[in-house]
């Protein structure tokens, strides 16, 4: 952490997302105005100051780093994060491992900052990939979902590994000391679900977790387990299920009753939280790229000024809670007792 | 179809479910009142016979067909089918076989009416395994999701057999001449998902059928595909989780507004489709068993007397519409086209 002023360094990718740089500028600008953390904006600096000077934001607000490039949505990450060291991404993630800053956060291309971040930082001993975790928030304000979309396939041990990051989170960001631990599956009973489920059950029982067993998807959101392990592909679908929920509740209901649509608009928008219905809307500390050594945290490529606000205050509660320390120690601890591959 | 008076003849495993034999025999007793189908209630004569007078329902408006044994939840299904060929279950199924039924709805274990119904029925050819699916109703009226937990792990192929027989479901039930078909994946491009997804894609789009590429989570709702595939472990996960949202919703606005409960109560109670958020409140044929070469529906356990009488409705209509001939033809033109292995 900064030593000069005592205050979080986070860097903020200005060339990631659909609406950036103009979106991510205002965000950052907003974060560095109430003063919650020193923010350093990465991006091709003349069109950077240009936005600044487009919103009014002085340039003594924020320090800037140039960066020359910049990688799209969709470009193979590997090949990106090597061909382009002079990117947004690469640059940003490297401030952390010279120390320059304490965190980085960014909206880009999810695969380019896993890869740059395994790449430039390095991965956590014990943690074989990178590992995108966060909570559900609204109406399951105490669960965290592991993965959510970096390990699409994932093997058995992987599992355990989530579970590790996940009970970090549940204590660091939560504060719940033991935090369970359940493995999503499509039965109550040991012996249900698919075959990664049936071949990472024993080795969660056996990690020194506060394994509770199989959930289902019916208690994801009743906080059955406080950390709910499964593979990205699951995961992702789920969130994405959860996040649409909202809005189409909202139309089903505004069709039926259309006499009063407007009040029905009123309730879902003012009364529900169908914005809230997003793990991006919440400043809780999701999205935080889990097992690269350094505190990463990514965005929704569609996020607006006000997720990366939150984003920069998450990304300072991480560094305030160390969770990189906390997952270190914790899986450490684990190895020693033999209970982690 | 019964030639005597025209009527579907729909038997019910008068066993099978957590409230058996009571709320099975009064949802049976609702149906055949409601005339919508001739009634043959399979299970343990002395039993139900006693619940039969207990709710007043005189004899002569249902056949009964006695099954001497109970194959329990949790029994493991091929060994319980074989030892147990007098429960209800088998001889249910088998009745189909012989003619003197035209369908068959249990409440009963699922893996067990899966494995007698592969078993004595058969499959139709071109269908590997029997296959759950359903529409999701309430907020998305035309789509049907294959497969919801039958099949937790699969093979590409096996998703353009569930593409197939969603196709021939949202024809017949939701009257939908060319229905669109996505893969539930990670992302919307090619080439996005896991190993499963991506080998799929090339099968599905060659495949014949109207397919439009990836879906997401968030697209599940929206009707993007009419059909969407996915393997039973994320279907099951996904549509669990949708029955519970409504509940979790509910749950949360009391927390959040005391005062009001009550009328939050009420409100989710009679305004938001809370306990339509499942596809077993539903008539509209959700639960049929594809693939077996018969009509076959499985209801959840916990269904109550309404359950049995909308699936006893719905296995009609599946009888009128001709499903298992539907998905025969289909398929026999796919392999013909030589586009089906």
Redesign the interface.
């Known amino acids: 952490m900064s030593q000069s002023s005592g205050r979080v360094r986070v860097a903020v990718d200005a060339m990631g997302g659909d609406f950036a740089p103009g979106e991510i500028v205002k965000g950052a600008a907003a974060a560095a105005r109430a003063g919650e953390a020193e923010v350093v904006l990465v991006g091709r600096e003349d069109l950077v100051i240009e936005e600044l000077q487009k919103q009014g934001v002085p340039l003594e607000l924020m320090r800037l780093v140039n960066a020359a490039d910049v990688i799209r949505e969709?470009e193979p990450p590997a090949v990106a994060i090597r061909q382009k060291r002079q990117s947004s991404i690469v640059v940003g993630v490297k401030l952390i491992k010279s120390g320059e800053v304490d965190a980085f956060v960014s909206a880009g291309s999810s695969g380019a900052v896993a890869a740059a971040a395994a790449t430039y930082l390095g991965m956590i001993p014990g943690m074989e990939r990178p590992t995108i975790g966060g909570g559900f928030s609204?109406?399951?304000p105490n669960i965290v979902v592991m993965d959510l979309?970096a390990n699409?396939?994932c093997k058995p041990h992987q599992l355990v590994s989530f579970a590790v990051a996940g009970t970090v989170y549940a204590r660091t960001v939560y504060g719940i000391e033991n935090p369970t631990v359940g493995v999503?599956s499509?039965g109550s009973?040991e012996g249900k679900?698919?075959?990664l489920?049936k071949e990472a059950f024993p080795l969660l029982k056996n990690s020194g977790l506060n394994f509770i067993g199989n959930v289902?998807?019916?208690?994801?959101?009743?906080g059955k387990a406080n950390v709910i392990v499964?593979?990205?592909?699951?995961g992702?679908?789920?969130?994405?299920?959860?996040?649409?929920?909202g809005d189409?509740?909202k139309?089903?209901?505004m069709g039926k009753?259309p006499r009063v649509k407007g009040l029905v608009g009123y309730m879902f928008d003012r009364?529900?939280?169908i914005k809230k219905l997003s793990y991006e809307g919440e400043e809780e500390g999701s999205g935080i790229l889990w097992g690269v050594d350094g505190v990463v945290r990514i965005a929704h490529g569609a996020c607006k000024a006000e997720h990366i606000h939150h984003g920069i205050n998450a990304a300072r509660k991480a560094v305030k809670a160390d969770i990189v320390g906390s997952l270190k120690r914790e899986i450490a601890l684990l190895k020693q007792q033999g209970k982690l591959q």
């Open positions: 969709g609204s109406f399951a979309g699409v396939d999503l499509t009973e679900g698919n075959d489920v289902e998807g019916n208690d994801i959101l009743t499964c593979d990205g592909f699951v992702n679908v789920v969130l994405k299920f959860y996040e649409s929920i189409r509740a139309v089903w209901l009753y009364v529900l939280p």
